[in-house]
């Protein structure tokens, strides 16, 4: 009996199937055994027979998948997934169960040999995962462009090296998060290395001026987390009862939400389809002003949309193979008979074909109930009420174990923002954001002085600054930009503002409102002393920042509450915590090489953190925004939405993330940082380097608890006030008291 039921799935495309189907079964049974997947060599470990290989069928997969590929293509295409499901299972028998974590470094180490960017493969392959890659590397790469090529190396070393991180969690015992457990999928789960493929099959790169924008990634991220979801779904069976698998969605969910298995089905099934929500939105709302944006010209836009059309043909080939490999728990699921190949019938938007033309086949006729099914969830995410009542909120226990000390400098650095604040215009009467009682009830200071408790004068009233500024800019941009829905204006502003941290020399123009002057001021004064890797760094994660705010404008424009991990992923951008972060990464930059800072065990440490702090300021924050500010981006909201709950529900899950993301953080200084120092090498000196950062990352948690216990910002006495010149009546929408004209005026400066 399945452990559980299979849900409705969300599938808003139907199928296509290649007619050279039987051409790449073929050549794939003659590649497998040329390879020694099957038939190996006596004495070699047995992974597959050949009856595995008929039942698994990836040919039909690839051929669901990439319909439109050609002949040859389909069969180079099959191939890479013969090999990665025949890693995963090689890798599986060698190490999962055996638990032989440095006999899995050593095999996975050997791997990057056979992946080189340019030129030739210098090793001897010695078993078949190494033939197998050595011999699709050459038969791929040469096609394709150096940033592709560089592209494709990062998500197949992703997709083999992070293995290690299952196989320790494995070894320990330990179940991952649900925030954790996406982010790593992603990388174990190969579905980004599956889209590149896809541009690939289609012969359409992504230019490379966009592909590391944030519409691209994602696309790549919800086709990711869309096809791992589904496959956790239909694996549970295998992976978890048989295999003893902990990495796995529903196993995670099931588990952190306390609930019975099949409801830990349905509730994947709703991520899964918010993903695919998120990756419709995506296409449709920020691909074509992106494309524009850029000046991409015809040629990179049509390749960017057939790879669009090609992420949406693997969602919906995935599925049907899903319902029919003998891999997957599928008795129960019905199936239909395979569809005869046919022309393709969806646009370059992916949408259905128009009556009177060929039949689509019978997957088809799932589309609509699928639709009515899923149609209840797209309307919550459109239908909140803005401004409702919602009172106090009462505090949950947070579980965080570190405290910080506090800056001698703590009074300087409160009576120096004052007329530092009012200097730059921030206290202004118009747009009459802020005044100076509501700049000294937020008391910034007092953060920065937790968060530095050991910082000089000069640098207290510096990271001060930077409090102030980002949380003015914050709370500008829905009084300027929110209520006119002025996205245009919004990114005109953005782009002035970048103009205002000049990698060298000086800005070119002069500032003309408070925001101009105060990035400009604090620019100067931070980033001037740096070198110019430095400040680059610290560019982007300004800029990451700003642009999160038009993002937030986006989403208010056609009150969207966000998906769920869209939203967890661009909170730590809204929050400010790269930039934060930034700061102390870079006061290291001349001791830690730049790329240790990037490895995952550091991020993942940083994201930890990161999550925490956000969802601890979506707690505080959730009267004064839901109720004062008809805000639509406080995680409490977007979890009451997700699981159709009530706020006290989704208070008691948010901190139970809190928590879990705490846990993470802990583990990680606790296991796979000294982990990742020997697997490294590093010196005493990079080491020291490093334990101090985490230090300083412990007084960053701990300096932001202590500053929202006391500031007054989120007390409903100051949420009634409001400055003089704006006497606005309890409830009313955040910045509604300015008028039209004066809003213009701003904007005009």
């Not at 039909?60 to 099959?78: F, G, K």
């Not at 049509?302 to 949406?312: D, E, N, R, S, V």
């Not at 990161?610 to 805000?631: H, R």
């Not at 009546?729 to 008291?737: I, Q, Y």
Request: hydrophobic share 40%.
């Amino acid at each position: 009996m399945q452990p559980f039921t299979l849900p409705e799935f969300y599938v808003p495309y139907p199928a296509r199937l290649s007619p050279h189907l039987e051409i790449a079964r073929e050549h794939t049974r003659a590649w497998a055994r040329a390879m020694e997947m099957i038939d190996p060599p006596e004495g070699e470990v047995v992974i597959w027979t050949e009856q595995d290989l008929e039942d698994h069928d990836y040919a039909l997969l690839c051929a669901y998948t990439h319909p439109d590929a050609t002949a040859d293509r389909l069969d180079l295409i099959t191939d890479w997934y013969v090999w990665v499901f025949y890693f995963d299972d090689h890798f599986l028998e060698l190490f999962k169960r055996t638990h032989d974590m440095p006999g899995a470094r050593a095999y996975l180490d050997r791997l990057h040999a056979f992946m080189p960017i340019d030129g030739p493969i210098t090793e001897e392959p010695t078993n078949p995962v190494e033939r197998g890659l050595a011999d699709l590397w050459t038969r791929t790469v040469p096609e394709r462009s150096l940033d592709w090529r560089e592209r494709f190396v990062v998500s197949t070393r992703n997709l083999l090296d992070e293995s290690l991180w299952e196989l320790a969690n494995i070894n320990a015992g330990r179940l991952s998060n649900p925030i954790e457990y996406i982010e790593m999928r992603r990388k174990v789960g190969g579905a980004p290395w599956s889209a590149n493929l896809v541009e690939h099959s289609e012969d359409a790169e992504v230019p490379a001026q966009i592909a590391a924008t944030r519409p691209l990634r994602v696309l790549r991220d919800t086709f990711a987390d869309a096809v791992h979801l589904r496959n956790d779904l239909f694996s549970y069976e295998r992976e978890v009862s048989e295999e003893g698998e902990l990495s796995n969605g529903v196993l995670v969910v099931e588990k952190f939400l306390d609930i019975d298995t099949q409801t830990a089905a349905e509730a994947v099934n709703d991520l899964l389809t918010s993903r695919l929500h998120q990756f419709e939105h995506t296409a449709l709302a920020e691909l074509p002003a992106l494309l524009e944006e850029n000046g991409i010209d015809p040629a990179g836009k049509a390749a960017t949309l057939a790879y669009i059309k090609g992420l949406q043909d693997w969602q919906s080939g995935g599925h049907e193979w899903h319902l029919r490999s003998s891999r997957y728990m599928n008795r129960e699921a019905a199936v239909d008979e395979l569809p005869a190949a046919f022309t393709p019938l969806l646009g370059v938007g992916g949408l259905p074909g128009l009556p009177g033309l060929p039949s689509l086949g019978t997957s088809a006729v799932r589309i609509v109930p699928s639709l009515l099914a899923t149609a209840p969830q797209r309307l919550r995410s459109h239908s909140n009420i803005p401004f409702r009542p919602v009172g106090e909120t009462t505090l949950p226990e947070f579980y965080l174990p570190y405290t910080t000390g506090q800056s001698p400098h703590l009074d300087h650095a409160r009576r120096a923002i004052v007329p530092w604040a009012a200097a730059m215009g921030l206290l202004d009467p118009v747009p009459g954001i802020w005044d100076e009682h509501k700049l000294v009830a937020f008391d910034f200071a007092l953060c920065s002085a937790g968060i530095h408790p050991d910082a000089s004068a000069a640098e207290l009233d510096l990271t001060t600054g930077w409090l102030t500024w980002g949380t003015y800019g914050d709370d500008l941009y829905p009084v300027v930009f929110g209520r006119t829905g002025n996205l245009t204006a919004a990114k005109a502003c953005n782009a002035r503002l970048k103009g205002f941290m000049p990698l060298e020399g000086l800005p070119p123009e002069a500032p003309t409102n408070a925001l101009e002057r105060g990035l400009a001021d604090l620019w100067q004064r931070t980033a001037g002393p740096m070198p110019l890797a430095d400040r680059t760094a610290f560019r982007i994660a300004v800029e990451v920042m700003i642009d999160s705010w038009v993002w937030e404008l986006e989403n208010a424009a056609v009150n969207r509450i966000p998906d769920p991990i869209d939203y967890l992923e661009m909170r730590r951008a809204t929050f400010g915590s790269d930039l934060t972060m930034s700061l102390c990464r870079l006061a290291r930059s001349s001791i830690v090489p730049a790329e240790v800072f990037q490895t995952r065990p550091i991020r993942s440490l940083e994201n930890a953190a990161a999550d925490y702090a956000c969802l601890l300021n979506d707690v505080f924050s959730y009267q004064k925004e839901i109720q004062f500010e008809g805000e639509l981006h406080n995680c409490v909201l977007v979890v009451e939405n997700f699981l159709d709950c009530d706020r006290f529900r989704a208070l008691a899950v948010v901190n139970d993330l809190m928590t879990a993301r705490m846990h993470q953080f802990e583990h990680i200084i606790a296991e796979e940082l000294p982990a990742l120092f020997d697997q490294l090498e590093l010196d005493d000196e990079v080491r020291g380097a490093l334990l101090s950062y985490v230090e300083e990352l412990k007084h960053w948690l701990a300096g932001i608890l202590r500053w929202h216990e006391g500031t007054h910002r989120y007390e409903e006495a100051e949420l009634r006030y409001h400055p003089a010149a704006d006497r606005r009546p309890f409830g009313s929408p955040r910045g509604l008291g300015t008028s039209t004209t004066e809003i213009r005026k701003l904007i005009a400066r």
